[in-house]
């Protein structure tokens, strides 16, 4: 077949309009109506000045900034370099800022001052979906995921190491500072660059050293960001974050699929056992309502959340961890208590008298068991226990709702919804690291962090109603007030 001619200097017939070259359907003006909607309140909250100033040179103004930011966010550009780039070279972002150029240093300045109160951005998209009935509220999902931190691995270190690292720094230091006093390094009012970074460092050592002093003996710190913790993920250890997100069903298009996420924290625990009523409570606050069910796996499980939960009327889908445990014939939910005489008596009718009163993970605990002699000589002995001394059973101040729980659990609408945990909440972690390039953090600090996972959330659930609007459904967009919630 013939070839197209390829010319590079082929002129235009009319001058050309930006607007014609960004389609109908683009993201660029899903995220231009979002913007243009907010209000001099929502601006407010945001702590920006939507008038801008009476004196000084003119500013870009904030609908532009804000707007290539998010855009940014929604297509896995976080960089304020990389933005300053895109606003140069993509049609899509020079229609956003109607080809005006920001540079990163500006860009950075608007996105350091105002991320934090971003948050009140992600209510905005909630309220929205729940005002226009996208939202499936009576199921909702909650599971954390890890995230690297922007902080090297071998930059993590323990107390005794970052001691020898300061005797290191120490002598190298004085070195340093004697070869400056004898003119043999840099001359000049200002100190030679390799003396400043090794006080630098010093500081930052003294600074992690006093910090290890308030934490549990053989915690580790990093030198480049102290927030972050060691963690455990499918690629080995590294240092990052808990990232924690509630997710409900979302109705995006005809095809009925989407995800929203109603909460959004991090933390910098390894573990989840004490996020469940946190994420419950923001979700709540987020959609103004109260989920008529939460799914979460079996690191939210404890008799303390499980308590907070039956309190708020919260109903929770949740196996233990110990589950395998309790499943076996001789677990201790097959004990049956006798409040007369505060004991236990096992499953081949030994009696287990109350032993002793312990702390287990800071919580106090009672401690029953049954004599070695009956033990050793019971035809369960080697399946029920092993040791000598006897079977001990140990029971919470919060077992009745334990034991509430586990017979719920049993019920077949509980294992049912169960069902749904992993298909509507893992995805969401899944896209946001992918597609939106956020498997390690940019941001150093664990504020600055909770900021930056809050603008993901924002942009996932962004993207979940821009598929609503591609779709043809008008969107009206709520006021970014706190919402109240009703039940």
Known sequence: MPLRPLTRDQAWILPPSLDELVPRDHTARFVAEFVDALGPEDWARLGVRIDGEVRGGPAYHPRLLLSVWLHGFMSGVRSSRKLEAACREQVPYMWLTGQQFPDHNTLWRFYARHREAMRALLERTVRTAVAMGLVELAVQAVDGTK????????????????????????????????????????????????????????????????????????????????????????????????????????????????????????????????????????????????????????????GHSLEDCERMEQRVVMPESRERVLSRPYGKQHFRYDPGSDRYVCPEGQPLPFHATNRVRGEQVRQYRASGEACRVCPAFGSCTTSPHGRMVVMGLREAALSRHRAWMETPEARAAYKRRAGLVEPVFGIIKEQLDARRFLLRGLRNVEAEWTVLATAFNLRTLSRAWRSGRRITWTSIAVATPTG
């Not at 001691?163 to 070869?179: F, G, N, P, T, V």
């Not at 600074?207 to 915690?219: D, I, N, S, T």
């Not at 987020?286 to 690191?299: Q, Y």
């Open 147 to 302: 995230v690297g931190a922007n902080a090297s691995l071998y930059r993590t270190r323990t107390a005794g190491q970052l001691e020898q690292l300061l005797e290191r720094l120490e002598l190298s230091i004085a070195d340093l500072e004697s070869q400056n006093e004898a003119g043999e390094g840099e001359t000049g009012a200002a100190l030679p660059e390799g003396l400043v970074g090794q006080r630098e460092l010093r500081e930052r050592v003294r600074e992690a050293l006093a910090e290890l002093e308030k934490q549990p003996v053989g915690r580790r710190v990093n030198l480049t960001d102290p927030d972050a913790r060691l963690m455990k993920t499918p690629r080995g250890i590294i240092p990052g974050y808990n990232a924690q997100a509630m997710v409900s069903a979302a109705e995006a298009d005809s095809d009925g699929g989407g995800m929203l996420i109603t909460a959004a924290s991090v933390v910098d625990a390894a573990h989840d056992h004490e996020q469940l009523l946190p994420m419950v409570e923001q979700a709540r606050a987020t959609t103004g309502t109260t989920a008529g069910l939460t799914l979460a796996d079996a690191g939210y499980h404890s």
